[in-house]
């Protein structure tokens, strides 16, 4: 169906008879008014064109297509590379139910304020329509968002990161129900920049940056900070985990969701590739940002991520680290503000192989190795469909979800937390995760190496009052006849030298495998003040290079002199959250300090 209105100048097909979608992108036209409107399609053909739309307008390059066949480079404003937490707005109708932990104004005024700003902001402009799915097609859990952009770049990701097209009609059909998205890049000034939700409506607006946090609106608004929100209220998690499935020699598959801040070593756990000492043993990727999750019928928690590709870190991303990702991304890939070689490659720090003699780096200067600065930025991006990963599990686009035995919570720590430990029931995993501390990453701007209370590394993405999203994490459990265990890694802890101990990486399938063994009930254990640690010779170190006995006892070690800082430097978020925070996690803490 071809769709005219307003003079404005229409092109491709809307695809849809669904009248709800149809006024409200009539609606933003009138308000944002676009020279052009372009229905997406998610086609291939569609791809191609609007890839060399804006290869011709230089939004895009295309890289050399005998090294990276199907890449492309984005070089972002340098004012706008990394989420901006102080900018992000959740928008309920009180300021209670946003709480302590988010930006909050009146709805009314901030939609006027929006309005104010995307008032005739795309004139001389495309607007996209870009209808996705966050989940497989057919699922109970999976949500329908449209987002409208006038930016090509957030078109071609959001073809890489969802379900994009045609497909989102068809889970759709006639309902009004679907997250409404407006994303205006006015002229990515940071004076007008915000990221505001609105779950009670389901709506997001985000204007003035075309960072992928900020304007891939599937990712952290809709998945996270509304998808939080809308979970509360039907009764599911949405949680900023990823999702990967243990395969043993002898075939039994045991599904495992990890919350670790942003920039912690998602995406490398979740490709994880086991040491040779692990013949047969295999990880499966199901995701590597986000889970949502819901008890099923047998009382255990199925999870699905909803994304369909992965926006990750590139620097440090090389054949021992991530093996997989460095496969995953040879082809396909947008990259963002790494650094560009002179035969069209791409380029970052910890890359395998030689540093390149000069290069642009991500501003577009002129870098050599001598340089102070890094070529690539230190948060610059992938982004990339998840099918090119060689070890995606099949059931990623299962849509029943796949059960979930074991959930970890990880946080980036030189000092205090042990490389693991296991909580002693579902309410002491709350409190675990409810406390959780880490160094602030590049991943957000400022702060970067503060430790900071990062609550199930939800922080900056729940879109509610943190006091009642520990509620919800507690009433969860009254919902599972087989809840899954919990537990706490830390593969970040120093020594006196300030080196790592752990070495990391692929060796963290050792404690994956304990992990998975306490799930099925199989592995010794010892009690401790903070929950079961490793029995003796439980933890398999076989084969495992430069490691002894006495680095596992130093970084499983538990300091009372750190743990009555770390326990006194909580009551600081207990106070914030005082007024909704659950007696559960109060009576927990004074436990542990008894413990202690
Ligand atoms: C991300 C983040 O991009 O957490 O996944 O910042
Ligand atoms: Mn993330």
Redesign the pocket.
């Known amino acids: 169906m071809k769709h005219e209105t307003h003079n404005m100048t229409k092109i491709g097909n809307c695809n849809t008879t669904n009248a709800a979608l149809i006024r409200w992108v009539e609606e933003t036209m009138e308000l944002c008014q676009p020279d052009r409107v372009y229905w997406c399609d998610g086609s291939e053909a569609e791809k191609e064109a609007l890839t060399s739309e804006a290869v011709a307008k230089g939004v895009l390059i295309r890289l050399n297509p005998e090294k990276r066949p199907g890449c492309y480079y984005h070089r972002s404003n340098p004012n706008d590379v ?2 901006v937490e102080q900018c992000t707005y959740v928008c309920t109708p009180t300021e209670d139910e946003a709480g302590p932990t988010n930006n909050w104004a009146p709805p009314a005024d901030m939609y006027q304020k929006l309005h104010g700003l995307c008032r005739g902001a795309m004139q001389g402009r495309t607007m996209y329509v870009v209808p996705y799915l966050m989940g497989p097609l057919g699922s109970p859990l999976t949500k329908v968002g449209v987002e409208l952009t006038d930016s090509i770049y957030v078109v071609l990701s959001m073809r890489v990161m969802t379900r994009m097209g045609k497909i989102a009609y068809e889970q759709l059909g006639e309902s009004r129900d679907f997250n409404r998205g407006l994303h205006c890049m006015l002229d990515i000034n940071a004076e007008r920049r915000y990221i505001v939700h609105f779950p009670q409506d389901n709506a997001v607006i985000s204007v003035g940056s075309n960072y ?2 900020n304007v891939l609106l599937g ?2 608004c809709l998945s996270l900070r509304i998808g939080s929100y809308l979970g509360r209220k039907e009764g599911w998690m949405a949680e ?1 985990m990823l999702i990967l499935g243990v395969e043993s020699p002898q075939g039994e598959k045991t599904y495992v969701a990890a919350a670790f ?3 912690c070593g ?1 995406t490398n756990f979740a490709m994880l590739v086991p040491p040779a000492h692990f013949k047969g043993w295999k990880v499966w990727t199901l995701g ?3 889970a949502w999750m819901k008890p099923g019928p047998d009382g255990r928690l199925y999870a699905i991520n909803p994304e369909a590709g992965y ?3 590139v620097p440090g991303t090389n054949s021992q680290s991530n093996p997989n990702a460095v496969k995953t991304i040879s082809r396909d890939a947008i990259f963002t503000n790494v650094a560009l070689t002179s035969d069209l490659d791409v380029w970052w720090e910890g890359k395998d192989g030689d540093v390149p003699t000069e290069c642009l780096d991500w501003r577009g200067n002129h870098w050599t190795p001598g340089c102070k600065s890094p070529a690539a930025h230190p ?1 610059s ?1 992938f982004a990339v469909p998840m099918t090119n990963n060689p070890v995606l599990a099949p059931e990623a686009n299962d849509p029943n979800g796949v059960p979930i035995s074991a959930i970890i919570f990880g946080a980036r720590r030189a000092h205090t937390m042990p490389l693991v430990f296991e909580a002693f029931d579902w309410i002491h995993g709350v409190y675990i995760g409810a406390t959780m501390g880490s160094e602030m990453t590049a ?2 701007v400022g702060g970067v190496g503060q430790i900071r209370r990062d609550p199930m ?1 939800m922080l ?2 729940c879109g509610y009052n943190m006091g009642d999203y520990f509620a919800h994490w507690l009433k969860m459990r009254k919902l599972l006849k087989h809840p899954p265990r919990i537990f706490h890694v830390n593969w970040f802890r120093k020594d006196a030298h300030d080196k790592f101990m752990w070495p990391g990486f692929g060796e963290n399938m050792r404690v994956l495998k304990w992990i998975v063994d306490r799930a099925h009930g199989r592995a010794d254990a010892q009690e401790t003040p903070l929950g079961w640690v490793p029995g003796p010779r439980t933890f398999d170190l076989t084969g495992i290079k430069n490691f002894s006995e006495s680095t596992l006892e130093k970084l499983q070690a538990i300091s009372l002199e750190e743990w009555r800082k770390e326990v006194m430097s909580q009551e600081e978020l207990f106070l914030k959250l005082y007024p909704r925070l659950p007696k559960e996690l109060i009576f927990q803490r004074e436990l542990l300090i008894s413990r202690l």
Do not use: E, L, M, T
Request: charged share 30%.
């Open positions: 990394a989420r992928g946090g990712k952290k900023h801040p942003s920039a998602k590597d940002d986000i926006f990750g870190v948060n991006r991943a957000a590394a900056p993405f």
